[in-house]
């Protein structure tokens, strides 16, 4: 790996080019009378959910997928919105289905997510692909790690024996990622909020995922020399009148002093979270119809 000023890992590039490929598989879908249908449930009115759910419908559509949000109030029964989501596992024309987080405090995310059908499951939260990326099968997988992966191939030939640190053990970054890390067979290193010592390990990675929701946290004399540093925090930091800044888990600037790669925030990781929902929800159309095409031979 090189040594010096880091090179920027572009994640609007990547995704770019994912896209491209990805409007050739829904094209090649519709040959065969599959639209790729994605429903989007967001309860409530958080602003910042608004935002993402937007851009996951925009993307959707630009690439050829039926896309709709079903924007259901903030006093919605846990029961309701698993009766919803039962209708959508019944919707033939649905093939992927989410539930924006953060949920009201009344109802309890695991419930809901457990409802999905998992072939549905186009976040890959649900325990069957959970269970199915532990065991190394086939499975729907959570999109931000995979995000990941893909942009620390654009950079990585050979992952075997690399020491990759994952700061962060969440079940949507931190412990699918070390899983995902240890299937490259990678020597994986999970730190999180009890750590101790965390710069003395994060001195000895090869690989820095950072996700623990810290702002500028990952500091030059925390990484060594050439590591290869993807930063997944997105932070908003308040600078005054009502004046907003975004920015990572990784001090950018100083950090690519030392790394030899680097994602920065925005246009990194989460420009790839967004490609893999999309990659999901063809996946998922793809294999409802392979099921299909087998049950009907
Ligand atoms: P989380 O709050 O669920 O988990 C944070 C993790 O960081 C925890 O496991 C905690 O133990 C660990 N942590 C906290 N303080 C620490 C410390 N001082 N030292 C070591 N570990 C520490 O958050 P999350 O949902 O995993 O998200 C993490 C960050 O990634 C957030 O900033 C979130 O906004 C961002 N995120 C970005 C994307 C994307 O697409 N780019 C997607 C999901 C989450």
């Known amino acids: 790996m090189n040594e010096g000023s880091a090179r920027v890992i572009n994640g609007r590039e990547i995704a770019a080019n994912l896209y491209q490929e990805m409007k050739k598989d829904v094209e090649r879908l519709k040959e065969r009378h599959i ?9 409530g009115n958080d602003y ?14 630009e690439i050829g997928i039926h896309a709709k949000q079903y924007h259901i109030e903030e006093t ?9 989501i039962e209708t959508l596992n019944n919707d033939s024309k649905v093939h992927g289905i989410i539930i924006q987080l953060p949920l009201p405090r009344h109802i309890d995310p695991f419930s809901v997510i457990h409802a999905i059908h998992p072939a549905k499951d186009v976040d890959g939260f ?11 099968e086939p499975c729907l997988q ?3 790690p ?7 191939e654009t950079v990585i030939k050979d992952f075997a024996g690399l020491h990759a640190v994952v700061i962060g053990r969440s079940n949507i970054v931190g412990r699918p990622m070390s899983t995902m890390l240890l299937a ?44 290869v540093v993807l930063d997944v925090g997105i932070n908003r930091i308040n600078l005054g009148d009502d004046n907003y800044m975004m920015c990572g888990d990784v001090d950018f600037k100083e950090v690519s002093r030392v790394a030899s790669y680097i994602s920065p925030v ?20 793809s294999m409802t119809r392979s099921f299909l095409d087998k049950v009907n031979r």
């Open 266 to 285: 925005p246009g990194g990781v989460g420009q790839l979270t967004v490609a893999m929902l999309i990659k999901n929800v063809i996946k998922a159309a």
């Open 76 to 84: 919605v029964s846990q029961a309701a919105l698993i009766d919803k």
């Open 126 to 136: 649900h325990p069957i692909n959970v269970g199915k990326l532990t065991l190394g």
């Open 184 to 227: 490259k067979n990678c020597t994986v290193t999970i730190c999180h909020s009890y750590t101790k010592n965390l710069a003395d390990i994060t001195r000895t990675a090869d690989i820095i995922i950072a996700a623990a929701g810290k702002p500028k946290f990952i500091t030059k004399d925390m990484v060594k020399k050439g590591a």
């Open 48 to 61: 910042a959910s608004g935002i993402y759910v937007n851009n996951k419908i925009k993307r959707s559509l």
């Open 35 to 43: 639209l790729p249908g994605l429903a989007i449930i967001r309860v």
């Open 142 to 144: 959570p999109c931000t």
């Open 146 to 152: 995979q995000g990941c992966i893909v942009m620390l």
